[in-house]
């Protein structure tokens, strides 16, 4: 596809057969190459994992290739370090904030190049340096609050103002609009706009084809650490840049029988959460799971969707409100109870909750399960028999691994979701709670997750599926919600017929169904209810 | 697993060149300090210096296993013995701390568990009725306690308040040192001993001996046995999978449903046991009264044991005797010169620094790992990659 | 009874307070800038010692004060770099290296002094020298003051200066902004071009340096001589002196202050017969109080389950946060009163 490639424009940035191979093996980048023309907007697109964020950790000087050649300027530089980066004029916001939050806006922005006053640091220099810097390209910040006091949005401003006052003639996004809201994604989209009209450029990290299309000039497309190809954008409809991106059509056809629904597993009441920063995540969610169906929660990450998990899952308690398992409130809910009443988890975060890395397999297989025959007899565990167990479960979940006994860190990403998802699917649960469950895999393992969910419904399992990914829970889902700032704010019975654009306008809060719409759902109609029990 | 069984290979070549590394440097010291100063000429200086340093290093290394008569190589049973006594406490301590280690855990409290342990096993020592047999296990199993007991403070403290175990430990240290010394003075002191030491310990209270002419006692034993347990339950039963679970990550060990704040809790104690018993072998086998005035240091022994041996307690076992080899070695140079032992601390921190940078060597590794993958990509796409 | 508590209060003991908090007050800032950097730094009770026994040896065989001062702070910073170097260059843990440091300083304290000296136990065959007290001009005359005040050692005066200069430099000084910064989010500072190993770097020399002053003051003031082990523990507790102080400077001079104070009560207790074994360990035992205390109060409402969440432990600003308990409290009492 390299033939897509043209050479007119004056190109700023040229990567040539960029190789990086990470300490554990695993090839982030392999033969890439890509050039950048002064004064666009270019969208690095592809899969999570495709490589994007290695191949431009690598530009900005954070991790260093295992061998290729960085053409910035026309000439071949050395980027040892973010430093000799910000330097030659590259500026990077990434997707984890680089911010200090206890510091004040304008330190975070002028830290490393503080004015002087003396031998202090000049406070009201620092202010108007900020503050001008903001204005010059639309860009206002509240320059004396602190971090940790303002939105996510302001807090990427500060984070492009840090990269203008360091004089950065080309800068990189990675995955801006991934923790913004709608508006503050228009404003960004403005803000980047204005930045290329004053001669600057920008390299756009993304896997969202919509935005793509609104603001790109031209995208490189990378797939498993390779480039698929460069193109110009006005070339191309979204359908073929997702054809380059996954490789193959999304065929999303999943056979689904009518659900067979039995009697209610899982009951949430009136939730409520308040953060211990005093922010209210979750405000009176109710709803339940019942046997045999899969419930879809839709909204935009970070309306109370990983609160609700948490909590749901014992790992968080919640400041008001009940969880119910098979019709009994559950008192003492932690992981170990929830688990021992019939549920498992799949998190969302598999690294962190999800697996043990140094463990292995089948370390990782059994932690649930540990104590009981035939892993482990008086307290002693059983060796031979976890092996066949894991074995076992390696053929039957498509596990590529060679051994059992390969520690888990050695795995794929899609690998390493489908250790967590032998676990919990084996486990003989009667309600899976799938968080996220095929994020930042490839489309083979999410494929075969998603059959594997709808298979366990059919077998009469409740299933919570909590999905960003709109498509998944369309075809997956029999029934849906939408969360938005903590509450329900929609409810769908039937799923035939629904849309992404629909789901989309509740999940931004443009619209929301009326409180009789929601009954049983929402704060109002929960408190009725509970004057009518007591 | 070829590839795993490769980086270990690759972490013995390195450790070994770390101890390489340190030996040298004790060299040049000695090389440099044994210069004479009223050397006629720098060539006569120069050669005094490697005269000495390595009639000095014949001693450090050879001596806890040979000993000369004439120019005739004879084992040193003496210094064999002394080698294997030394190591048992170390042994135990760099056990008690692997437990900890395992879990991810940084106690740095088996000082203090130990020197309490002793206190305690003394008492019952000097006054718990003497039946043979059975009264050394009391004294032991009453060090193991207390050990215990000292241990719980800082974990009720990391379990339920979060306090960090660093601080909390390194003070239970301090109180341990004070409380112990005041309780042996007031209740226990021999006033007819000219220093402070306890009453000696009843007959029945001693370890039995193997070798009884320079004091070998069955502590070692003790401590090899101890090791092969510990591994045992870290690497085959239900609490030790839990314990290295959370080691690997806490945040799982808990999502699993394992009990993570009271396993850890375990843990703490459990090591605090173990270290309990780390002085009191050494004060019922070798000798028979309390005779310490400060801290012994065995704890601090038991942080870089514990990490040299990646907390696998079958490799504490080689790297107490290793730490024990050179401190003897260094002893018996120090008879035979006049070299001050001590200057094996600065091969044990050498060899410390050294096998515990990660760096150190790494790009060794890193190529061999890199030239791996590039083969594997190879073979998968079919492709020339350089 | 009374005269013999009035005699533990006098003026003498005020003076022994401020003598035995000295070394722990400039270790324990030297932990603080450490800490702050995010590169703790363990090695205090090794640098401590290592200076102790450099200044000696030096103004023995010099017989000058200066050379004395700039080798034992030059001690001090080897070591920081030392650790420095392992820790942030060779990727060794920074605690087992700091262990390691410790070890390297014990033994090697006493092997350079056999091999010097010929003496294991103490520098008293060594001619060394002593840094000067000072009295303080006109303040010395005031009556009450002037005996409080004047005629302590110089390094205790540096000490206290240094408290407000290291204040002004960690919370006013770009140097300052950089080393929070790097402690907090290493990432966000590299972001921007601050190299964190250098910034920790910097750092640990500060640290090193404050550290040997505290190391000069045990051997050259305090006693006139340098005995093995002589820190014995002061590096330790100086951590733990600034566990409870905080992160500001003023806090962790309090911290050593109190530790200074159970140190100073502890020889002045044994005329009234409490055996000095208790005085001793009385400090110890006030930390760990003072820490369960703090991080009780420290934990949030719904800790129960959020406690086993992660394997996180605190510190920080101890006093703030006991003040806000207390101001809580009251507030809440205030509450209920009307």
């Known amino acids: 596809m390299k033939e897509m490639h043209s050479d007119t424009g004056v190109s700023i940035l040229e990567m040539r057969d960029i190789w990086k191979v990470y300490p554990n093996g695993v090839i982030a980048n392999a033969n890439v190459d890509i050039q950048v023309r002064k004064g666009e907007i270019h969208a690095l697109l592809g899969e999570n994992g495709a490589g994007k964020t290695t191949l431009m950790k690598i530009l900005f000087g954070f991790e260093h290739p295992s061998s290729g050649k960085i053409l910035y300027d026309g000439k071949e530089v050395a980027i040892a370090s973010p430093h000799k980066a910000i330097a030659m004029g590259i500026g990077m916001v990434h997707q984890h904030f680089m911010l200090v939050p206890s510091l004040t806006v304008a330190e975070n922005v002028l830290l490393g190049m503080e004015p002087k006053k003396g031998l202090s640091v000049g406070m009201a220099k620092a202010f108007e340096i900020v503050r001008q810097a903001g204005n010059q390209y639309g860009l206002s910040v509240p320059v004396e609050k602190k971090i940790e006091d303002i939105s996510v949005g302001m807090r990427q401003r500060v984070e492009i103002i840090k990269t203008l006052v360091r004089g950065a003639n080309l800068i990189i996004l990675d995955e801006p609009t991934a923790v913004l809201t709608p508006q503050e994604t228009v404003e960004l989209f403005k803000a980047l706009r204005i930045l290329v009209d004053r001669g600057k450029t920008v390299i756009f990290i993304t896997h969202k084809l919509n935005e793509v299309k609104q603001i790109a000039d031209r995208i490189t497309v990378l797939r498993k650490g390779h480039v698929v190809g460069t193109a110009e954008v006005k070339d191309m409809t979204q359908v073929e840049m997702s054809r380059m991106m996954v490789g193959r059509d999304v065929e999303m056809v999943i056979e689904k029988k ?119 007899a008086y307290g002693i565990q059983s060796p031979r028999k976890i092996t066949r167990f894991t074995k076992g479960l390696i053929d039957q979940f498509d ?116 409180e009789d719409d929601l009954k049983g759902y929402s704060q109002e109609t929960a408190t009725d209810k509970e004057g009518m029990e007591r | ?211 009884e002419r320079y004091r070998l006692h069955i502590g070692i034993v003790i401590a090899v046995v101890s090791a092969v347990v510990i591994w045992w339950i870290l690497r085959r039963t239900t609490w030790g999978y839990q314990v290295r679970l959370i080691g690997d990550n806490i945040n799982f060990a808990q999502y699993s449903g394992i009990a993570t704040q009271s396993v850890v809790f375990q843990v703490q104690v459990a090591s605090g046991a173990v270290a309990g018993m780390a002085g009191t072998l050494e004060m019922i086998g070798y000798y028979d009264r309390f005779l310490w005035l400060f801290s012994p240091g065995y704890g601090w022994d038991g942080i870089i044991i514990a990490t040299l041996a990646r907390n696998n307690p079958l490799f504490v076992l080689v790297a107490a005797l290793f730490f024990s080899y050179i401190r003897v070695g260094a002893k018996i140079m120090g008879r035979n010169t006049d070299i001050a032992p001590e200057i094996v601390s600065i091969l044990q921190a050498a060899i410390i620094l050294l096998v515990t940078a990660e760096a150190f060597l790494s790009g060794l590794k890193q190529r061999s790992i890199e030239k791996r993958a590039r083969k594997v990509e190879e073979a998968l796409t079919g492709r020339e990659v350089k | 009874m009374s005269d013999t508590l009035l005699g533990i209060f006098s003026w003498d003991f005020i003076g022994s307070v401020i003598r035995v908090t000295t070394p722990i007050l400039l ?185 040997s002053l505290g190391g000069l003051f045990l051997s050259m003031g305090y006693v006139s001589w340098f005995a093995r082990d002589m820190t014995a523990g002061r590096g330790f507790i100086a951590l733990a002196a600034q566990a409870l102080g905080g992160v500001s400077a003023f806090g962790v001079a309090l911290g050593a202050l109190l530790f200074g104070f159970a140190e100073a009560l502890s020889y002045s207790l044994q005329f009234l017969k ?56 009251a507030g809440i009492r205030k509450g209920v009163d009307s």
Not at chain 1, 444 to 461: K, N, T, W
Not at chain 3, 117 to 141: E, H, R, W
């Open chain 3, 27 to 211: 270790a324990a800032m030297g932990a603080l800038v450490a800490n702050l950097a995010g590169s703790p730094n363990i090695a205090l009770e090794g640098t401590m010692l290592m200076s102790a026994f450099i200044g000696v040896i030096v103004s023995g065989f010099t017989q000058n004060l200066w050379l004395a001062l700039f080798a034992g702070v030059l001690s001090g910073i080897t070591m920081s770099l030392v650790l420095a170097f392992f820790a942030l260059k060779m990727k060794t843990d920074i605690i087992l290296a700091a262990i390691a440091l410790n070890i390297f300083s014990t033994g090697g304290t006493i092997f350079f002094l056999s091999t010097l000296t010929g003496d294991k136990g103490s520098s008293a065959s060594v001619n060394s020298l002593v840094f000067p007290n000072i009295d303080l001009p006109l303040i010395k005359d005031i009556p009450v003051l002037g005996e409080i005040l004047s005629g302590h050692h110089i390094i205790t005066y540096v000490a206290i200066v240094l408290i407000f200069v290291m204040q002004y430099v960690l919370y006013h000084t770009p140097l300052g902004l950089r080393i929070r910064a790097v402690g907090e989010n290493p990432d966000a500072a590299e972001s921007v071009g601050i190299s964190v190993n250098k910034t920790r770097l910097i750092a640990l020399i500060i640290s090193g340096t404050l550290t």
């Open chain 3, 274 to 329: 409490v055996p000095y074994e208790f005085t001793q360990s009385l400090p110890f035992i006030i930390t760990i109080a003072v820490l369960a205390f703090y991080a009780y109060i420290r934990l949030p409402q719904n800790v129960k389950r959020r406690g086993a969440q992660s394997g996180e432990t605190r510190n920080g600003r101890l006093f703030q946060r006991v003040w806000e308990y207390f101001s809580r409290r």
């Open chain 2, 1 to 211: 697993m070829k590839l795993k069984f490769r980086i270990d290979t690759f972490q013995l070549y390195r450790t070994g060149i770390a101890i390489g590394i340190a030996l040298l440097l004790g060299y040049i010291i000695i090389f440099f300090s044994k210069i004479p100063s009223d050397a006629a000429s720098l060539w006569e200086g120069v050669r005094a210096g490697f005269d000495n340093a390595n009639e000095a290093f014949k001693w450090f290394l050879l001596g806890p296993i040979v000993r000369w008569r004439g120019n005739e190589m004879l084992f040193n049973e003496r210094g064999a013995i002394q080698w294997l006594n030394e190591s048992v406490p170390i042994i135990i301590t760099g056990l008690a701390v692997s437990i900890v280690f395992s879990a991810k855990q940084f106690n740095i409290g088996a000082e203090g568990q130990l020197f309490m342990g002793a206190v305690a096993a003394t008492f019952v020592a000097v006054h718990f009725p003497a039946i043979p047999v059975l009264h050394p296990i009391v004294v032991i199993l009453t060090a193991m306690v207390t050990g215990a007991l000292w241990a719980v403070v800082p974990a009720l403290m990391k379990a339920k308040l979060k306090a960090s175990e660093l601080v909390s430990s390194l003070m239970m240290n301090y109180v341990a040192l004070y409380m112990g010394l005041f309780l042996i003075k007031t209740f226990i002191r021999d006033t007819k001993a000219g220093s402070l030491v306890s009453l000696p310990f009843a007959a029945t209270a001693q370890l039995p001996f193997i070798n």
């Open chain 1, 399 to 514: 596990i590529r691994v060679d051994s059992s006994k390969r520690s888990v860190k050695m795995l794929s990403g899609g690998n390493i979701q489908k250790v967590v998802v032998a676990r919990e699917f084996t486990a003989g649960a009667k309600i899976i709670i799938a968080d996220q469950p095929t994020r930042g895999i490839d489309v083979g393992a999410s494929d075969f997750i998603r059959r594997q969910l709808v298979e366990e419904r059919d077998q009469g399992v409740g299933v919570l599926l909590i999905s960003a990914d709109l498509t998944e829970l369309l075809e997956v889902s029999d029934r849906i919600l939408v969360l938005y700032r903590g509450e329900v704010v929609a409810h769908f019975d039937e799923v035939e017929g629904l849309t992404e654009e629909t789901l989309g306008e509740y999940m931004l809060g443009i619209k929301r169904m009326s």
């Open chain 1, 258 to 376: 009518p659900a067979v629904v039995g009697p209610e597993l899982l009951c949430v009441k009136k939730l409520h959460y308040v953060r211990e920063d005093k922010v209210a995540v979750l405000n009176g969610v109710s709803f339940s799971v019942r046997a045999g169906e899969i419930l879809g929660i839709a909204g935009v990450e970070g309306n109370g969707q990983t609160e609700l998990v948490q909590i749901i899952t014992g790992l968080l308690s919640p400041s008001k409100g009940d969880i119910a398992v098979n019709e009994k409130v559950m008192r003492r809910l932690n992981p170990k109870t929830a688990r021992k009443s019939g549920m498992s988890h799949i998190p969302s975060d598999r690294m962190v909750r999800g697996v043990a890395l140094e463990s292995t397999v089948e370390e990782n297989v059994i932690s649930d399960r540990y104590f009981k025959k035939p892993f482990s």
